[in-house]
């Protein structure tokens, strides 16, 4: 039986994309390595059209091999299609990919060590029943506009990374300029989590519910 065009290049993607699944999610979903999606309905049209072509029914009459295969794959593009719609999600896993971690960089700034005693003293001043007026106030609006300058010092920080490529492969050599680029793309989102967190235990306080104040 003769197959058309069409058939034959669905069959021909879905072998590639097979090859690729081991890959990065970036790699999986077919789109470039960057910090910022710019087309999000693009991005999700081709991870329904990557479920279609690898939903496991497809694979369940050949055998328990290929059925298992199909399973772990589609549960790949899921992940992936996860992780990349989700701008800090798809940023740390990008830096990730560089060997950039935010969760192992989250120890206290130095900058921000007063600020924590602040707040911890704080905390422990509302846990014991007092109450605080303006004094909590200025820490809040001082919390809040720390996290919108780190939010916008990011948004940079991606925006210029994106607008430079190409870029080295992950794992391969960087240049100095790369490397400092993702260092503080990574300490900036690190201090932004912590200072959430701050944030975050301070309006629990507040509210008289108890958050472990953690980084």
């Known amino acids: 039986m003769q197959r058309s065009p ?7 993607a879905s072998k ?42 497809h ?38 990919l560089y060997g950039y971690s935010v969760e192992q960089s989250k120890q206290i700034p130095i900058d921000l060590l007063e600020l924590v005693m602040e707040v911890q003293e ?17 820490i809040e609006q001082d919390l809040n506009t720390r996290i919108k300058t780190h939010k916008a010092e990011i948004d940079s920080l991606r925006r210029e990374w994106d607008a430079s490529a190409p870029h080295s492969e992950p ?4 240049s100095v300029s790369e490397k400092k680029l993702l260092e503080s793309l990574t300490k900036a989102l690190a201090t932004r989590a912590y200072l959430q967190t701050l944030y975050d235990t301070l309006t629990a306080a507040k509210d008289g519910r108890s958050l472990v104040l953690k980084h």
């Open 59 to 96: 694979a369940a009459t050949r055998g328990e091999d290929a059925l298992k295969e199909s399973i772990d794959h589609s549960s790949r593009i899921n992940e992936a299609y996860r992780t990349l719609r989700e701008p800090t999600n798809r940023t740390k896993y990008l830096l990730l």
């Open 122 to 138: 704080k905390v422990a001043t509302m846990q014991a029943g007092s109450k605080l007026g303006g004094e909590l106030l200025g």
């Open 171 to 174: 794992g391969g050599d960087l």
């Open 16 to 57: 590639a994309d097979s090859a690729r699944s081991v890959s990065d999610y970036f790699t999986i979903l077919g789109v470039p390595r960057t910090f910022r999606e710019e087309d999000a309905a693009q991005l999700e049209r081709r991870f329904h059209d990557l479920q279609r072509r690898h939903h496991p029914d």
């Open 6 to 12: 069409a058939a034959a290049a669905v069959r021909s």
